[in-house]
Nanobody
Framework: VQLVESGGGLVRPGGSLRLSCAASGFTFSSYVMSWYRQAPGKERELVAIISNGGGITQYEDSVKGRFTISRDNAKNTVYLQMNSLKPEDTAVYYC????????????WGQGTQVTVSS
């Protein structure tokens, strides 16, 4: 299993970024995919999750209406579109592949840094 995140960077408050996570080594369309983030000194938290077919999504309250998770099973890629970014969104963002919606075990990418600052 390999997950490679990309798309992070430095952005001003109110700006947008689109994160990508390219997957390989497993049957992508069979797995639930999620995005987590970890800010300095804080625990890793779930940001968004999407079902294997893409029809069901769920978001952490602070990102609802600003972030959108999506996936392209033909490209083995999951995305996180982040709009109206705030300084408190600054964190390392990780994607995760898991077998079930509530499964704790899974495979992780290496993370991509998102910094929101003026």
């Amino acid at each position: 299993v390999q997950l490679v995140e990309s798309g992070g960077g430095l952005v001003r408050p109110g700006g947008s970024l689109r994160l990508s996570c390219a997957a390989s080594g497993f049957t992508f369309s069979s797995y639930v995919m999620s995005w987590y983030r970890q800010a300095p000194g804080k625990e890793r938290e779930l940001v968004a999750i999407i079902s294997n077919g893409g029809g069901i999504t769920q978001y952490e309250d602070s990102v609802k209406g600003r972030f959108t998770i999506s996936r392209d099973n033909a490209k083995n890629t999951v995305y996180l579109q982040m709009n109206s970014l705030k300084p408190e969104d600054t964190a390392v963002y990780y994607c995760k592949a898991q077998m079930g919606w509530s499964t704790r075990e899974g495979s992780w990418g290496q993370g991509t840094q998102v910094t929101v600052s003026s």
